[in-house]
């Protein structure tokens, strides 16, 4: 029998915005279903693969509702605090983004961004899975990664009579599976070897990133300390560590990689390839937000958030238009 749980999110929260905020809803077990205007996930309950179903119901002054269906967790107890508990994470909705809003309205390309809900980035609420996804990611691009991801969690438990649909595997039955099963079917190459290694590491316990979301709510806990576990992974660089470090609402180090200089190129250099210093020069203003800044520029200029501005009767943004001169000569 479903169960049905209902969470409260902020009266800007949009749950389309949100969950189209990057691709990780192209990557099982997560999904996005347009016509049903709903967000598909894939959990384990009481160690079976259930199906959770995400809809938002019309915002009102003071909130926003959103409706959850739960199917398959019958038999564990805790499925529902479990759930509501999760998706709090895995939407955002706990991040107080007023000061971000406030910035957005003193920048041209950004005023849109609180208007259409946006501005949360759509996450696990699993760092392990989160991580292991960075890993699948680097160094290659997006459509590769997300066949790599996806042959990865079919090796979770599928959910009954959908057996294409995988709940995310665990590091042991990663380990189980081995070298041959990521280099031979999910088409890992060298990330294979990181991938194994970071999976021991969290079985014998020598790290727990289970742990840092909750670490990363401490302001006494800074972002180089978190960074510091983050880069502690191997196959974890610079610009993975600061995308991940978004993940745990910190946005003050900005993920510089390919995708970013070309941005910046077009949009603040007037197509002349910035040097990694300029980019961080561009930024720098934006203080503890930087790398959202950078990420809701870049993401308002894809075809999913312009669909989301026509749905609301509104016009993309401006360009953003870069210095006069090169910042070098100033």
């Known amino acids: 029998m479903n ?3 209902t969470l409260r999110g902020p009266s800007s929260f949009s749950l389309k915005a949100t969950a189209l905020s990057h691709g990780w809803h192209e990557c099982a077990p997560m999904g996005w279903c347009e016509g049903g205007r709903c967000l598909q996930l894939v959990e384990r ?3 079976r693969a259930g199906r959770l179903t995400v809809r938002q119901a ?5 909130g926003s509702e959103i409706a959850v269906t739960i199917e398959g967790a019958e038999g564990d107890p805790d499925a529902a605090a479990r759930v509501v508990a999760d998706l709090r994470v895995t939407l955002g909705l706990d991040h107080d983004l007023s000061e971000f809003y406030e910035l957005c309205a003193a920048h041209p390309a950004l005023r849109v961004v609180p208007r259409i809900g946006a501005g949360r980035i759509l996450r696990s ?13 680097t160094n290659v691009n997006w459509t590769q990664a997300v066949k790599m991801i996806n042959r990865l969690c079919q090796l979770g438990p599928v959910v009954p009579h959908f057996r294409n649909l995988s709940a995310w595997p665990t590091p042991r039955e990663i380990l189980r599976a081995g070298r041959t099963y990521l280099v031979e079917v999910c088409r890992a190459g060298y990330r294979a070897d990181s991938i194994l290694r970071f999976c021991r590491e969290v079985c014998d316990g020598r ?3 289970e742990g840092w979301t909750a670490l990363a709510r401490d302001p006494a806990v800074s972002s180089d300390e ?7 992974i191997h196959g974890i660089g610079p610009s993975s560590a600061h995308y991940l470090l978004g993940f745990l609402g ?3 180090r900005l993920s510089i990689d390919s995708a970013t200089v070309a941005h910046v190129a077009a949009t603040h250099t007037r197509g002349r390839r910035p040097t990694h210093r300029e980019i961080e020069r561009i930024y720098a203003p934006y203080g503890k937000w930087r790398n959202l800044v950078y990420w809701c520029e870049s993401w308002l200029t894809w075809g999913t958030a312009r669909e989301i501005l026509r749905e609301a009767g509104m016009e993309a943004p401006p360009p953003t238009r870069g210095p006069r001169r090169s910042p070098r000569r100033k």
Request: aromatic letters at 8%.
């Open 3 to 5: 169960q049905f749980v």
């Open 45 to 47: 309950f009481d160690g």
């Open 58 to 62: 019309e915002s009102t002054g003071d």
């Open 125 to 137: 609420a699993s760092m392990t899975e989160n991580i292991l996804k960075a890993l699948f990611a």
């Open 207 to 209: 790290i727990d990133p």
């Open 226 to 232: 978190l960074l510091t576990l983050l880069r502690g």
């Open 250 to 252: 910190r946005h003050d």
